[in-house]
């Protein structure tokens, strides 16, 4: 085995940090409460908008930002492939929701 291949390996201090990495977003993803706080950052990061603003401190910025939703958005699948879609239905539920209860007001 040459030098190259044990640096590919990782070490078991790395292995254990990586499962608890995958624990804590596990236990993020079943609650409510986690699930509402991670949408609220995805939304934030921006990843479906056009990072462009025309100037380049904003556009740095904003892509930034999409790099850290991008990054969120891969620990999820790597937790569970089917979450990351499941959040967003229940992002485009509750807008659904909330268009519903202003439509439904009387005036």
């Keep these: 085995m040459s030098e190259h291949d044990l ?14 990495i995958v624990l804590d977003l596990e236990a993020v993803l079943s609650i ?10 995805l ?8 990072a462009f603003t025309g100037e380049t401190e904003a556009t740095a910025l904003r ?3 999409q790099n850290i939703g ?10 569970d492939p089917t979450e990351y879609p ?5 992002a485009a539920q509750k807008r659904d929701k909330e268009t519903v209860n202003v439509l439904d007001v009387d005036e």
């Design 86 to 90: 499941r959040l967003l239905l229940e």
């Design 70 to 79: 991008l990054w969120l958005i891969a620990q999820i699948e790597d937790v």
């Design 7 to 20: 640096s590919e390996q990782p070490s078991r201090a790395q292995e254990l940090y990586r499962d608890q």
């Design 32 to 41: 409510p409460q986690g699930r509402r706080v991670l949408l609220r950052l």
């Design 63 to 65: 892509l930034g930002e």
């Design 43 to 50: 939304e934030r990061c921006g990843v479906y908008r056009s």
